[in-house]
T-cell receptor, first 112, second 112 residues
Framework: NAGVTQTPKFQVLKTGQSMTLQCAQD?????MSWYRQDPGMGLRLIHY???????DQGEVPNGYNVSRSTTEDFPLRLLSAAPSQTSVYFC???????????FGSGTRLTVV | LAKTTQPISMDSYEGQEVNITCSHN???????ITWYQQFPSQGPRFIIQ???TKVTNEVASLFIPADRKSSTLSLPRVSLSDTAVYYC?????????????FGKGTMLLVSP
């Protein structure tokens, strides 16, 4: 049972490039979300999904897109990378609102 | 939104009991209180969740007074490995998924 798997673990992008951060969970969780964490800050919610085909914006959605075609996968797309998107990105899932999140190990992204 | 306030940092010694208090004055009737632990370079890990009175599991206890405007995470006999950031979150069934936001947390440093 792998839990929540994020790939890649590290990535360097040039300004203007696009890329997709992958997130997969094998726990059949309906709820999935993406957070970013900057130095000295807590985690801020980017986008979330309450089930396949259903997504919505969180606190800081600008510059990011998501889709949820299957229960297992919830990729995060950076459309045109900017230095302000340099951060550590965490994907999380949970079974239902009354349960705790399970987090992935994170993707450290640097935009130069 | 149920905003939370926690101390920025706390210091303790091995073997002591640590109590971290979180204030959430505008908690809604259906909100749960949840605590997470985060080690450097890792995603947060769910510790405990409660609604009222006291909840205990194998790693911590959560005390919630009758007015639910605050909560206290209690870590018995801490060790060096408990050095981490601890986050208090408030949210629940009717307050919307996006309101489950992480603040800056409490940095707990345990010394020998």
């Amino acid at each position: 049972n792998a839990g929540v798997t994020q790939t890649p673990k590290f990535q360097v992008l040039k300004t203007g490039q696009s890329m997709t951060l992958q997130c997969a969970q094998d726990m059949n969780h309906e709820y999935m979300s993406w957070y970013r964490q900057d130095p000295g800050m807590g985690l801020r919610l980017i986008h979330y999904s309450v089930g396949a085909g259903i997504t919505d914006q969180g606190e800081v959605p600008n510059g990011y897109n998501v889709s949820r075609s299957t229960t297992e996968d919830f990729p995060l797309r950076l459309l045109s990378a900017a230095p302000s998107q340099t951060s550590v990105y965490f994907c999380a899932s949970r079974r239902d609102i009354g349960y705790g999140y399970t987090f992935g190990s994170g993707t450290r992204l640097t935009v130069v | 939104l149920a905003k939370t306030t926690q101390p920025i940092s706390m210091d303790s010694y091995e073997g002591q009991e640590v109590n971290i208090t979180c204030s959430h004055n505008n908690i809604a009737t259906n909100d749960y209180i949840t605590w997470y632990q985060q080690f450097p370079s890792q995603g947060p890990r769910f510790i405990i969740q409660g609604y009222k009175t006291k909840v205990t599991n194998e790693v911590a206890s959560l005390f919630i007074p009758a007015d639910r405007k605050s909560s206290t995470l209690s870590l018995p006999r801490v060790s060096l490995s408990d050095t981490a950031v601890y986050y208090c979150l408030v949210g629940g069934m009717n307050s919307g998924y996006s309101t489950l936001t992480f603040g800056k947390g409490t940095m707990l440093l345990v010394s020998p």
